[in-house]
């Protein structure tokens, strides 16, 4: 009976998204103040009812409902709770509600927070988010409704989660990932209710860039955590693996961070007004290339889910109907948009506008990359993949391009800046950096080699020049700390993004440059070197979880003769459904991890197993927490908020005389 | 012209310039780095010449999964159920790496038949075929269900 509480309850809220994504549209056209007004109530109405729905499907997974075909696919008695409520998301059906949920969440907060915003605006984003949100609903209910049940005779105990998935990277990695996803059809939704309304201004820009701040800085950390996530549990030892999944995250990433720095000239200098729209469209097209890659099972990669044509089919089309309309209405609204244009060769607009051609050309690149297998097989029938060497060939040198100019746009000025006092201020610094780079790796590996030494010049140009506009702007206030208190936080949060950029480009050269791996097959007290490091096999016993048996290894790693860590990695069997499993060990540290794991029982007690030395792999995630909290310390401007305050007054005044007169012509 | 046109000109041209370029690598780089996919059938015919670097999808046949006892060296047969194709591959294998499972692996063919696998793929979830093996038993007409573990092999 309750989960079909949970499918009424998701029709329900179906009902209303239908209502909100027409209402309150034509209701701003015909400038009518109760259909706008109602866009608001309806949004928490629908947050509402899905928020029963996700919650009826965990509760159908903590009291093990197998009858619920969902839940009998993707739970077991034996799973530990944890799992089971997180199973909520751990098959097709359950997540696309969350990814529905998280959308939901979104426009919720979007009803909350838009109280300086015009409510003929608010009611058209809340309207396109209802669209959106519809869609996603009807694919649930007609392909994937995650409460079917299994009639007559439901199974006595469930097939168990994929013990892939049994960590606790699966806890928060799909969560976040969708949040930062979603988030991006909320800035699509802007840039959609721009166009209907035909203005756009400064203004639409300062709404907008709080909102893609956030929702670029949650990605960024989905997309961190997918990679930490696949570094320890797939056991390859890799950080990216340039996986068909993998790269439309990235794909909406690229498109996501043009879009914030495009924003910012389209905020202050009311440029590039129709090429910002057009990003917002481009990264919420990749946030549902993604869903479409993941669900329609077209391309073998570790994401996939076990699908059936109907699914990409229905996905396809949201994706043509959202995208496609949207191209539509920004081809005819587009010339509309007059953008100012008044700046020089060398100023803070062409920095921008470059940043915007290496980002978008990166992300044309992996799109390519990603669906050319797929367009190859459709005209010749052969099935072709893409290696990473593609990906790499184009990726970094770009992203180099990208890394050199980053630290010259926070010295140039809009409009124009001399050359002269760009060569003055960055002189010394491209000088000090260059020296960091031949010396720095030099010290801490003992080894040089070009792309190390390359990359650590790179993000030491970064943050050296980072360093000295800190100085430079504070030097004039009566004390530094003065200085550094006036500054805003917006300036704030584009520094330490910058610098997550320099950190995480050291930590993937160094990674890339200096690893060592090494497969072994060793019996209980041998030992082996790798790099600086002995690893000693102890041996093997036997170890019992609630849902699995194995065998946990002990080693011990000797660096100069001194014990500096002891690593039990993990065999197991999951015995639901009788797969392997291999849990890796991993020393962590700021300039290395020590990372085993271990492979298969040989003759008698010996065990194959690979050993990996990863120096400053930590970086790479470190600098993604850099950018993630930069975006978010950005988006908490106080001019943000200043600006509601003063607006919501203003606001006010034109809402009383839009519901007595209604005066205002609806734009057309 | 104007000079703001002229400007404006300049950029477009600029990027034209940089995207034609940009296209022209990409271009290159994908045909650099295409892996073509063959069926275990297409291999035995001989359509693959030696040296080339490719991906062969199958099932594993049952019974044929070898390990050395005195390092990590491994062979095993894949087969669409008309071909058979000899793997072998130096590593840890895969979780789900087992007999009578589909599997992916990337390499090239040596001089004496056998395939040099420099990386071998699994499903993470073994009720989904990926694409390739799949396509490998479609062409050969072979289904997997009347193939899999438990039937008459």
Redesign the interface.
């Known amino acids: 009976m309750i989960p079909e509480v949970g499918s009424f309850s998701l029709i329900l809220a179906l009902c209303l998204s239908m209502i909100l994504a027409t209402l309150p549209i034509i209701g701003a056209y015909q400038n009518n103040f109760l259909w706008m007004s109602m866009a608001r109530p309806l949004s928490a109405g629908v947050f509402v009812f899905l928020a029963i729905s996700i919650a009826i499907l965990a509760y159908a997974f903590v009291t093990d409902d197998f009858s619920v075909q969902f839940v009998a696919q993707h739970s077991n008695s034996l799973l530990p709770d944890r799992y089971k409520f997180t199973a909520v998301w751990g098959g097709h059906e359950g997540s696309f509600l969350l990814w529905t949920f998280m959308l939901a969440g979104w426009m919720l907060a979007v009803a909350i927070f838009s109280k300086s915003m015009p409510l003929e605006f608010v009611a058209r984003v809340l309207g396109v988010l209802g669209f959106l949100i519809t869609g996603y609903i009807l694919f649930m209910l007609a392909t994937s409704n995650p409460f079917d049940r299994i009639v007559p005779l439901p199974p006595i105990d469930g097939a168990d989660l994929n013990s892939a998935l049994q960590d606790f990277g699966f806890i928060i990695h799909p969560p976040t990932l969708y949040m930062g996803y979603v988030g991006f059809s909320v800035v699509f939704a802007f840039a959609m209710a721009a166009l209907l309304s035909g203005k756009m201004d400064a203004a639409w820009a300062r709404w907008c860039r709080p909102w893609a701040n956030i929702a670029w800085a949650i990605l960024t950390l989905g997309i961190a955590l997918g990679s930490w996530w696949a570094y320890y549990e797939l056991g390859w030892g890799g950080w990216w693996a340039w996986d068909p999944v993998e790269n439309p995250p990235l794909i909406t990433w690229l498109f996501g961070t043009a879009l914030i720095h495009s924003l910012a000239a389209t905020e202050k200098r009311g440029v590039f007004k129709a090429w910002t729209v057009l990003l917002a469209i481009l990264a919420f097209a990749g946030s549902l290339l993604g869903t479409f890659i993941t669900r329609s099972g077209l391309l073998t990669s570790v994401h996939a889910f076990a699908s059936d044509p109907d699914r990409g089919f229905f996905i396809l089309a949201i994706l043509g109907i959202t995208v496609g309309g949207a191209l539509l209405l920004f081809a005819f609204r587009a010339p509309l948009m007059k953008s100012e244009f008044g700046f020089d060769l060398v100023s803070r607009e062409i920095l921008l506008l470059s940043n915007n051609v290496i980002l978008v050309v990166a992300a044309a690149s992996v799109f390519l990359g990603t669906l050319f297998p797929m367009v190859y097989q459709a005209i010749t029938d052969d099935l072709i993949s893409i290696g990473p060497p593609y990906f790499n060939a184009i990726f970094i040198p770009l992203m180099a391009l990208l890394a050199l100019l980053l630290s010259i746009g926070p010295y140039t000025r809009w409009k124009r800046t001399s050359t002269t006092y760009l060569m003055q201020q960055l002189g010394k610094v491209a000088l000090a950096a260059l020296a960091l780079g031949v010396v720095l790796p030099l010290l801490v590996t003992g080894q040089i080699s070009l792309p190390a030494t390359m990359a650590v010049a790179i993000g030491s140009w970064i943050i050296l020049a980072m360093l000295q506009d800190l100085v430079n702007k504070t030097a004039n206030k009566a004390t530094r700390l003065k200085g550094l208190r006036a500054l805003s936080f917006s300036y704030y949060g584009m520094q330490m993004a910058h610098m997550g950029m320099a950190v995480m480009l050291i930590g993937v050269a160094l990674t890339s440059s200096f690893s060592l791996e090494r497969s072994v097959l060793l019996s209980p007290g041998q030992d082996v070197g790798l790099g600086n490091y002995v690893f000693q096999f102890e041996g093997t016993a036997p170890v019992n979880g609630p849902n699995y048996v194995g065998e946990q290894a002990t080693f011990i790693v000797l660096q100069q003769g001194e014990e500096i860590a002891i690593l039990h990695p993990e065999r197991r069997i999951y015995l639901a459904t009788n797969t392997p499993s291999t849990e890796m060990a991993i020393d962590a540290g700021f300039l290395r991890d020590l990372f085993i794991t271990l492979g298969e029982q040989k003759e008698g007690d010996s065990w194959s197993m690979t050993i990996y030395v990863k120096p400053f792999v930590r970086w790479i995630w470190l600098g993604a927490i850099f950018m993630t909290f930069g975006g978010i310390l950005a988006a908490a401007d106080k001019r943000y908020r200043r600006l509601r305050r003063k607006q919501t007054e203003s606001n006010r005044e034109s809402e009383k005389s839009n519901s007595i007169g209604g005066e205002l012509p609806a734009s057309s | 012209m104007k000079p ?1 046109r002229r ?2 000109l ?2 477009i041209l600029f ?1 034209a310039a ?2 034609s370029v ?1 296209v022209g ?2 271009a290159f ?2 045909k ?6 063959y069926t275990p059938t297409q291999v035995a015919e001989g359509e693959v010449g030696v040296g080339l670097h490719f ?1 062969i999808g199958g099932m594993v046949k049952t019974g044929t999964v070898l ?1 050395a ?4 060296k491994v062979n095993f047969v894949t087969t669409d159920f008309v071909s058979d194709v000899p793997i072998q591959y ?4 895969p ?2 790496f087992r007999e009578g499972q589909g599997i ?1 692996a990337e390499g090239e063919m040596d001089a004496a038949g056998v395939f040099q696998a420099s990386r071998v ?1 699994a499903k ?5 075929m ?3 093996v799949k ?1 490998a038993l479609d062409a050969s007409g072979a289904t997997a269900d009347n193939h899999m573990p438990g039937g008459e092999n």
């Open positions: 703001h400007k404006k300049g950029i990027i940089g995207l940009a690598f990409t780089a994908l650099q780095n295409i892996n073509m996919f991906r390990g006892s005195d390092s990590l130096e590593g840890i294998l979780d789900l992916v793929l993470h979830d073994e009720n989904f990926s694409p390739e396509a």
